[in-house]
């Protein structure tokens, strides 16, 4: 018998029929019962991880998915010891095997759980198509931080924007100290950009100046509305007056006219104005606002048109009035923050230069303002903001 040789499933299972002779009865149960329960762990933890990842294109949290595998074995084995009031044949509920059976079976579940979700949501991605991320953590950081809010407190004091219609003083009341809930991750421009947008959105206020002290901190808050009506469109040290006259003579919008008045059986001069207006008895007249006075408490006799050379003004008006950019005037102070300035250092454009000695069109950039010059410029909103945070520094930065 010494010749003979055994084949490879013969000799397994000999060695096998040979462990169990030496293996009790009841702990060969016990390790089967134990590789059945991490066995049910694993596929249920699969099974929740292949529903939840088809319904939310997640993965499943792994304390989840631990927690589902360990409850089958949690069922299992109550159904076993209402049923056969035992956990292992042959072994009693009060021994001691029972109780490391039971660790064991809690703790190879639990890492049979694990495997199982990992599992489950790989092949969960196969089939439903689902690309999972490379870097779930970096992801899920980038995504809080976005979520993440940042408070902007409004100044206490709003001001009133120069050049702008005012805005009601109870809602810059209601306004003043506010706090705004912003994503963290905005630059100053767009913080900038967001509270404008939402001023003009929630409240209709579109004339917003902010000054920024940091990223999230606003250190000035200046508002006010889109200057309306004829205001809007008159020329600078000019204002606008209706008076009435069935005799125009004529002229139409943007002629130039003398105006007369008539006071006791007397005619007089009252001023040269522009026609803004005109309709059957009534004349909308554009003076300039020292001659104003002239006409109050008078009755204006007629209208006199003026020879005068055709120009675009008119034209130049309407498409003023239509954009969002202005004219205005500014008087160079003595010692002030715009005396000794370059014309082409300035952030809006400067059209006519006003001196005692004459009149400077379209001046030179190295043009240098002078105390007194009435400065005459163009420019957009950002335009006048910049010209405005500029004469606030150098005033800042004035000696006392």
Same mark, same amino acid.
């Given at each position: 018998m010494t010749g003979l040789s055994l084949s490879p499933g013969v000799a397994v299972a000999t060695a096998i029929s040979q462990l169990s002779s030496v293996v009790p009865p009841?702990?060969?149960?016990?390790?089967?019962?134990?590789?059945?329960?991490v066995v049910l762990s694993t596929l249920t933890a699969a099974f929740a991880a292949v529903c939840y990842r088809r319904e939310t294109t997640r993965p499943i949290p792994t304390g989840a998915a631990v927690l589902t595998g360990l409850v089958s074995i949690s069922l299992w084995i109550g159904g076993r010891i209402v049923s056969e009031h035992t956990v292992v044949a042959d072994l009693s509920l009060v021994l001691d095997a029972t109780g490391y059976f039971l660790i064991g079976s809690f703790g190879a579940g639990a890492v049979g759980a694990f495997g199982?979700?990992?599992?489950?949501?790989? #092949?969960?991605?196969?089939?439903?198509?689902?690309?999972?991320?490379e870097h779930p953590r970096e992801i899920a950081d980038v995504r809080r931080?976005?979520?993440?809010?940042?408070?902007?407190?409004?100044?206490?004091? #709003?001001?009133?924007?120069?050049?702008?219609?005012?805005?009601?003083?109870?809602?810059? +009341?209601?306004l003043a100290g506010s706090t705004w809930s912003l994503p963290r991750t905005l630059s100053p421009e767009a913080v900038t950009?967001?509270?404008?947008?939402?001023f003009e959105r929630d409240y209709?206020?579109?004339?917003?100046? #902010?000054?920024?002290?940091?990223?999230?901190?606003?250190?000035?808050?200046? #508002?006010?509305?889109?200057?309306?009506?004829?205001?809007?469109?008159?020329?600078?040290?000019?204002?606008?007056?209706?008076?009435?006259?069935?005799? $125009?003579?004529?002229a139409n919008v943007g002629d130039p006219v003398d105006v007369w008045t008539a006071e006791d059986d007397r005619v007089a001069f009252a001023g040269r104005a522009t026609v803004e207006r005109a309709s059957t008895n009534t004349t909308t007249l554009v003076l300039p606002a020292a001659r104003s $006075?002239?006409?109050?408490? $008078?009755?204006?006799?007629?209208?006199?048109?003026?020879?005068?050379?055709p120009d675009d003004g008119a034209d130049f008006r309407s498409v003023l009035r239509?954009?969002?950019?202005?004219?205005?005037?500014?008087?160079?102070?003595?010692?002030?923050?715009?005396?000794?300035?370059?014309?082409?250092?300035?952030?809006?454009t400067?059209?006519?230069?006003?001196?005692?000695?004459?009149?400077?069109?379209?001046?030179?950039?190295?043009? $240098?303002? +002078?105390?007194?010059?009435?400065?005459?410029?163009?420019?957009?909103?950002?335009?006048?903001?910049?010209?405005?945070?500029?004469?606030?520094?150098?005033?800042?930065?004035?000696?006392?």
């Amino acid at each position: 018998m010494t010749g003979l040789s055994l084949s490879p499933g013969v000799a397994v299972a000999t060695a096998i029929s040979q462990l169990s002779s030496v293996v009790p009865p009841g702990t060969r149960s016990a390790t089967v019962s134990l590789v059945g329960l991490v066995v049910l762990s694993t596929l249920t933890a699969a099974f929740a991880a292949v529903c939840y990842r088809r319904e939310t294109t997640r993965p499943i949290p792994t304390g989840a998915a631990v927690l589902t595998g360990l409850v089958s074995i949690s069922l299992w084995i109550g159904g076993r010891i209402v049923s056969e009031h035992t956990v292992v044949a042959d072994l009693s509920l009060v021994l001691d095997a029972t109780g490391y059976f039971l660790i064991g079976s809690f703790g190879a579940g639990a890492v049979g759980a694990f495997g199982g979700r990992r599992l489950g949501d790989a #092949i969960a991605c196969v089939f439903a198509d689902i690309q999972p991320a490379e870097h779930p953590r970096e992801i899920a950081d980038v995504r809080r931080s976005a979520r993440q809010a940042r408070r902007v407190q409004l100044p206490e004091t #709003i001001l009133d924007r120069s050049g702008s219609d005012p805005v009601d003083r109870e809602l810059k +009341r209601e306004l003043a100290g506010s706090t705004w809930s912003l994503p963290r991750t905005l630059s100053p421009e767009a913080v900038t950009a967001r509270v404008k947008s939402r001023f003009e959105r929630d409240y209709g206020i579109d004339r917003v100046e #902010i000054e920024m002290d940091g990223p999230h901190i606003l250190r000035r808050l200046a #508002i006010g509305y889109e200057p309306s009506g004829l205001s809007a469109s008159l020329p600078p040290r000019t204002v606008g007056v209706a008076v009435e006259s069935q005799r $125009t003579s004529g002229a139409n919008v943007g002629d130039p006219v003398d105006v007369w008045t008539a006071e006791d059986d007397r005619v007089a001069f009252a001023g040269r104005a522009t026609v803004e207006r005109a309709s059957t008895n009534t004349t909308t007249l554009v003076l300039p606002a020292a001659r104003s $006075t002239a006409l109050v408490g $008078t009755s204006p006799d007629g209208l006199t048109t003026i020879p005068a050379a055709p120009d675009d003004g008119a034209d130049f008006r309407s498409v003023l009035r239509a954009s969002d950019h202005a004219i205005s005037v500014l008087t160079v102070e003595a010692n002030g923050p715009l005396e000794g300035e370059f014309v082409g250092w300035l952030a809006v454009t400067v059209l006519v230069i006003v001196r005692d000695e004459g009149v400077i069109s379209l001046p030179a950039e190295t043009e $240098t303002l +002078r105390s007194g010059d009435d400065v005459y410029v163009f420019g957009g909103p950002s335009a006048f903001e910049a010209l405005a945070r500029f004469e606030r520094a150098r005033r800042s930065d004035a000696p006392a």
